[in-house]
């Protein structure tokens, strides 16, 4: 089965700072690939997806992952944080043709203001 | 309101106790799944049903029981945990799993 590696646990960053969060996953074949975002108290939500065509894709809040196909990876990054962005990051990847996805353990992000 | 509605929000147990968390949707979706999310570690998938049919089970032991009556409804029955189940309960639903998953609040339970 895929596995999803998230390499790190705790990020701080101050408002203005650029930001990329690891990901890497463990499947051959052909994935699609997710990052989650929980804000304190609130749900998991869908941030950005990629299952083919441009490997850089955009998502919600300025948000852009690319997919590095060679190297099994799929890195979240954002220019300029906030202090809204305070969350916990989530990987995600489903191999193309089940219907089960396995996340990462998670990258918490803290903005000081 | 994701549109996945989760209750409890919260649940304390004893280890003897049965109790049941309950998911709920009605966003037309034909797959839905329970996770485990416990601090510093990845989202566990416990169960997925595709079409009211259960399709996977992650080697979750029996004290775990889901049940699904219905594309809309799915319950996790629980039974003689243990404190180590302690954890935030998820449910999700999809159409496609490639368009992603919604998720529900979770259900907060602590085995005592």
């Known amino acids: 089965a895929q596995s999803v590696s998230q390499h790190n646990h705790h990020v701080i960053l101050s408002e203005a700072a650029s930001l990329e969060l690891g990901c890497n996953y463990s499947?051959?074949?052909?994935?699609?690939l997710f990052w989650y975002v929980q804000y304190p108290g609130q749900h998991l939500q869908l941030l950005l997806k990629y299952f083919s065509g441009d490997p850089l894709v955009k998502g919600i809040k300025g948000f852009e992952a690319e997919f590095i196909k060679s190297k099994f990876s799929f890195n979240l990054r954002k220019p300029s944080v906030q202090w809204s962005d305070t969350a916990e990051y989530f990987c995600a990847v489903n191999a193309g043709n089940n219907n089960d996805m396995r996340f990462g353990a998670g990258t918490r992000l803290t903005v000081k203001p | 309101e994701t549109g996945v509605t989760q209750t409890p929000r919260h649940l304390v147990m004893g280890m003897t106790n049965k109790k049941s968390l309950k998911c709920e949707q009605h966003l037309g979706h034909n797959a839905m799944y329970w996770y485990k999310q416990s601090a510093k570690k990845p989202l566990e998938l416990m169960f997925v049903?595709?079409?009211?049919?259960?399709?996977e089970n992650n080697s979750v032991p029996s004290r775990f029981s889901p049940e699904c009556p219905n594309s809309s409804h799915l319950f996790l029955h629980l039974h003689t945990l243990q404190p180590e189940d302690s954890a935030l309960y998820l449910c999700?639903?999809?159409?496609?799993?490639?368009?992603?998953?919604?998720f529900g609040s979770g259900t907060r339970l602590t085995v005592v």
């Open positions: 499947y051959g074949g052909t994935v699609n």
């Open positions: 049903y595709n079409f009211k049919e259960q399709t």
């Open positions: 999700a639903s999809s159409q496609v799993t490639a368009l992603g998953y919604t």
